[in-house]
């Protein structure tokens, strides 16, 4: 199998070179070697390489600078889907690509499912949904995975955050009001793997949209408790106290849904791959 991965240095793709190198040959592209922007040259690399399967793990995921860079966020997140879509149709592949919680206000109260209207509160929510839609009107065979809360190790993330502000702070202060499903992005990228190593004709017929992250939710104070409790130099921190705080206390530029939680089911019970809870897939992150 040929595997097209765009976005190869970010959390998800880092991790995606790792879990997807016994596929296949994987041609790893990032913002250094091809520009997604440029889309003359995607076109021609995509049509020298005729990969069985693109996988788009590039994005442009700063959400609060997406307030100011709305063109750009919108041509990353939203156009350059609609390319890798028109292109994975001409080739008969199969497109995997990765879509937030963001999409969502976080009004509903209950995790959403894939069938949930979305109405995203900020330009990355929206560019976010403008891809998914491009990808869902064109006439490829995809796999839209919409996840929560990515975290690596690896590289700058709510994790190594808090585990920084543990070093440094006796009291951390973090919002108890923002709930979601905490995804490590190896577990993400193992359960792309998973599905890439299924036959090609079972997941074309199982073209769509679907719900992937870490199994039950949990507010970002919470989140931050647990990081704590289970990092392994914990006799290193100097933090005493973790506080609730409200989002409201943290004025960003970028307003984000409160409880964003998703509903996995659909895609467990489709693909037989079952999702870890997130505790304990942030344990296995913590001593991994
Ligand atoms: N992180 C989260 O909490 C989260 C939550 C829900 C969904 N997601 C989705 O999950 C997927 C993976 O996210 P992630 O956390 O792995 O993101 P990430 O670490 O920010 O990685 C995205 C990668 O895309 C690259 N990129 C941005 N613009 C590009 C361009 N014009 N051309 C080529 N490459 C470009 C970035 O390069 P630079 O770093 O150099 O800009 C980065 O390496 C994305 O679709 C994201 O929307 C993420």
Not at 50 to 64: F, H, K, L
Not at 120 to 142: C, D, F, H, M, W
Not at 188 to 208: C, H, I, N, Q, Y
Not at 260 to 276: G, H, K, N, V
Request: net charge negative; with cysteine.
């Amino acid at each position: 199998m040929k595997i097209l991965l765009f976005g190869a240095l970010g959390q998800l793709g880092t991790e995606l070179q790792a879990t997807m190198s016994s596929l296949g040959e994987i041609a790893p592209y990032d913002i250094h070697n091809l520009n997604l922007e440029h889309t003359k040259e995607v076109k021609e690399t995509i049509r020298a390489l005729r990969p069985d399967v693109i996988v788009n793990a590039s994005a442009y995921t700063a959400v609060d600078k997406a307030e100011s860079e709305q063109d750009m966020a919108l041509r990353v997140n939203g156009e350059i889907p609609e390319l890798l879509a028109d292109e994975t149709a001409l080739l008969h592949a199969m497109l995997i690509h990765y879509s937030t919680d963001y999409v969502f206000d976080g009004s509903k109260g209950t995790p959403y499912i894939e069938t949930d209207e979305p109405h995203p509160l900020g330009v990355y929510g929206r560019s976010k949904l403008a891809g998914e839609e491009a990808i869902r009107a064109g006439k490829a065979n995809y796999l839209i995975l919409r996840t929560s809360w990515v975290y690596s190790r690896n590289r700058s993330s709510f994790v190594t955050k808090v585990l920084e502000w543990s070093l440094k702070q006796e009291v951390i202060h973090v919002v108890d009001d923002q709930v979601s499903n905490p995804t490590w992005a190896r577990r993400l990228a193992d359960v792309t793997a998973r599905l890439l190593s299924k036959e090609p004709g079972f997941l074309r017929e199982r073209s769509g949209l679907y719900h992937v992250a870490g199994n039950g939710y949990a507010s970002r104070m919470d989140w931050a408790r647990k990081i704590i409790e289970l990092d392994p130099n914990r006799h290193e921190q100097k933090v005493r106290e973790i506080l609730p705080a409200r989002t409201s206390d943290f004025p960003t530029p970028a307003q984000r849904p409160l409880f964003s939680a998703l509903d996995c089911s659909q895609f467990q019970s489709t693909f037989e791959i079952p999702l870890p809870r997130w505790e304990d897939d942030l344990q296995l992150a913590m001593t991994g």
